[in-house]
């Protein structure tokens, strides 16, 4: 079955880390761009992180910038987010997503996971 | 970064009625414009991309127009699984920011 599974969410204190994964099973894992989306509670959707298939291009949404780091393992079929000096405004359900197109960069989002809770509390 | 402006913000409508979403991004984005819907406790789902594609296994009923700046998504026939949040998103360059979405409602 083509399918993304995230995990490694929870409840963290602010300015703690958390590293989310996403792993990815039925298709060739290698061969696509991946992307982080979140969902804080009662807001949109928010396009945080995305990192091509050979992870030659990687980009953050400016509130994320230099706090979160994504990250690839073809060998594992795994993608990461690493998420630093997390801050209340972080906490949201976050989404691992894949592009639509093989060896693309920029299309649309063509699967997602169920997503991970993340929860920044003192 | 290229921003997103979704109209309206919410919507009641009935079941039969057509509905039509606008989206405006703050620069040309050729048609590098993309629709999902998302439910509540479910993944989004993309519905179209490229401005006016269907994506495969999508009912007929949605439809996607425009270039440049303006675009609109048309549902032709609400049914009642419809009833969901519906957003843009650029894929022209990162960051690949989503609209604030539109919340369809039954009336």
């Known amino acids: 079955e083509v399918q993304l599974v995230e995990s490694g969410g929870g409840l963290v204190q602010p300015g703690r880390s958390l590293r989310l994964s996403c792993a990815a099973s039925?298709?060739?894992?290698?061969?696509?761009?991946m992307y982080w989306v979140r969902q804080a509670p009662g807001k949109g959707l928010e396009w945080l992180s995305g990192?091509?298939?050979?992870?030659?291009?990687?980009a953050y949404a400016d509130s994320v910038k230099g706090r979160f780091t994504i990250s690839r393992d073809n060998a594992g079929n795994s993608l990461y987010l690493q998420m630093n000096s997390l801050r209340p405004e972080d906490m949201a359900l976050y989404y691992c997503?894949?592009?639509?197109?093989?060896?693309?960069?920029?299309?649309?989002?063509?699967?997602w996971g169920q997503g991970t809770m993340v929860t920044v509390s003192s | 970064d290229i921003q997103m402006t979704q109209s309206p913000s919410s919507l009641s409508a009935s079941v039969g009625d057509r509905v039509t979403i606008t989206c405006r991004a703050s620069?040309?984005?050729?048609?590098?414009l993309n629709w999902y819907q998302h439910k509540p406790g479910k993944a989004p789902n993309l519905l179209i991309y490229?401005?006016?594609s269907l994506q495969s296994g999508v009912p007929s009923r949605f439809s996607g127009s425009g270039s440049g700046t303006d675009f609109t998504l048309t549902i032709s026939s609400l049914q009642p699984e419809d009833f969901a949040t519906y957003y843009c998103?650029?894929?022209?360059?990162?960051?690949?920011?989503f609209g604030q979405g539109t919340r369809l409602e039954i009336k």
């Open positions: 997503a894949r592009d639509r197109s093989a060896y693309n960069w920029g299309d649309a989002f063509d699967l």
């Open positions: 039925g298709f060739i894992f290698d061969d696509y761009a």
């Open positions: 998103q650029q894929s022209y360059s990162s960051p690949f920011t």
């Open positions: 490229a401005a006016s």
């Open positions: 990192i091509s298939w050979d992870s030659g291009s990687i």
């Open positions: 620069q040309s984005i050729s048609t590098y």
